[in-house]
């Protein structure tokens, strides 16, 4: 392939994996007009912050907490399920933060986490073969053959409940809800009577007891910004090209494009091909990127998305997220860290142990295994031991709803109780008390 120079658009010259058939491209056209001319959502500054921040996740002295749903839901744009799923992943920072002493750099899979990239493009659906569900950006996931059909709108609105969902974010994580006296009201009551939540109550309480005692000696608390909000930030994985083009804008400050739909994003393990379209898209926006790698994936092939996506090396820009299985993360993570270190790349490396142990129940529901999960973070950390390099961060799948959907965990979910508050749309999710569980084990292996 002849090689053109990058601009918003060459991605359009490669192949691009996972694109939805769309069936009009006039309506197409217009929904990418339409987002073309739209306010950006977030500010390039904003991710050179999240670089910077990072860049100390690569450099061993902070850790990455990313976090959120599989798929996010238009059915679910609510102040509550926005707040519920913060309150978790706070809970979680602060568990980290306290049982490991690391600063935790938090990124929610959230405010554009619309689009999926499936396996197969038909899926069963009870005794019917239909077009697979891509995410609300895309299509519904209702079980008819209509609903499955693109829909070209379905971008712009995905624009608009990731506006809303962020100014909600923005709101809660600057104007107090953050506040760390507030760290009590975290604990959702259902969370607060199990064992998990007792644990996290022991903790805050320390943190108060912690609080009072800097004002009782006479240090002036209300003037320290750290204490009282939190820097949130947000990603998805940059799916539908489209999308991602007409969002993305040239900064006046440094003349570099960002890609302003969301702070970081990163590439999936079905789209990183070294010459395809998503890798040559990622490759010149100057956002923080991630990379997923699944087992398949070679030492070689690493070191080209390094030399493709993190050229200048710069730490922090690049964010591979490991998800083996729990079975393979032992015999394939070692080669990758091993190659990466000696090359002289700062990568930050993150376990995503949620992709790689996804399995089909009796009873045809997808699902994964609390221990299978815990059992590929301690295969990375041990790997990361092993090989001198800092295990920087998780990248999880989660709500604040009390669903059950992944099995095990304190409250021991079994096959059978499955369907009882199965909800997610695409991946099955840890409940609020299977991830307080998570980071308490997290914070342990971390301190080992
Ligand atoms: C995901 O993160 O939801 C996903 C599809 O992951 P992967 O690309 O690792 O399969
Ligand atoms: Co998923």
């Known amino acids: 392939m002849t090689q053109v120079s990058w601009s918003p ?16 491209d006039d309506l197409l056209e ?13 500010f390039a500054g904003e991710a050179r912050s999240l670089t910077r921040a990072l860049g100390e996740v690569a450099e061993g002295r902070a850790f990455l ?40 750099v938090k990124v929610g ?11 197969s493009a038909t899926e069963l659906v009870g005794e019917v073969q239909l077009d697979s569900f891509r995410g609300h950006m895309v299509n519904d996931d209702a079980p008819n053959p209509q609903a499955r059909v693109p829909d070209p709108s379905r971008l712009v609105a995905a624009y608009h409940q990731s506006a809303s969902t962020l100014n909600l974010l923005r709101a809660f994580t600057k104007g107090g809800f953050a506040d760390l006296s507030q760290v009590h009201i975290w604990n959702q009551q259902f969370v607060a009577s199990s064992d998990e939540g007792r644990r996290y109550e022991q903790i805050a309480a320390e943190i108060d007891r912690a609080l009072h005692f800097m004002e009782a000696c006479g240090i002036e608390l209300s003037s320290e910004h750290s204490l009282h909000q939190v820097d949130f930030y947000t990603s998805h994985e940059a799916l539908i090209l489209g999308y991602e083009e007409a969002l993305t804008r040239r900064d006046s400050l440094t003349g570099d494009f960002y890609d302003c739909s969301a702070h970081m994003l990163w590439v999936g393990e079905r789209t990183r091909q070294i010459t395809g379209a998503h890798v040559e898209f990622l490759a010149g ?10 087992p398949s994936v070679t030492p070689e092939e690493v ?17 591979l997220i490991s998800r083996m299985g729990t079975d393979r993360v032992t015999d394939a993570l070692p080669p990758l860290l091993e190659t990466v270190r000696d090359s002289g ?32 973070l301690r295969g990375f950390f041990e790997a990361h031991r092993q090989a001198g390099t800092w295990p920087g961060g998780v990248h999880v799948e989660l709500t604040g709803d009390d669903v059950t959907e992944c099995l095990g965990g304190f409250g021991d979910i079994a096959e059978e109780q499955l369907h009882e508050r199965y909800t997610t749309t695409c991946d099955p999710r840890l409940n609020a008390r299977q991830s307080i569980d998570l980071a308490f084990r997290i914070a342990e292996l971390l301190r080992g």
């Open 303 to 319: 070191i080209e998305i390094c030399e493709r996506l993190d050229p200048d090396r710069v730490p922090g820009r690049l964010t």
């Open 345 to 376: 790349h700062l990568v930050t490396w993150a376990c995503d142990p949620m992709h790689g142990n996804t399995f089909v129940s009796n009873g045809g529901r997808k699902t994964r295994r609390f221990d299978d999960i815990l059992g590929e």
């Open 65 to 104: 907490l990313q976090a959120g749903d599989c798929a996010e839901s238009f059915a679910e744009l609510s102040a509550d399920t926005i707040r519920d799923k913060l309150k978790i992943i706070l809970q979680m920072a602060v568990v980290l933060t306290y049982g490991a002493g690391v600063p935790v």
């Open 30 to 42: 217009r929904a990418l007009k339409e987002l073309c001319a739209l306010p950006p959502l977030v």
């Open 109 to 119: 899979r959230m405010a554009g986490q619309f689009a999926k990239p499936r396996t």
């Open 9 to 24: 658009q060459s991605w359009r010259l490669r192949p691009a994996a996972q694109q939805p058939p769309w069936p009009d």
């Open 285 to 294: 926006i100057k956002n923080p990127l991630g990379c997923k790698l699944g």
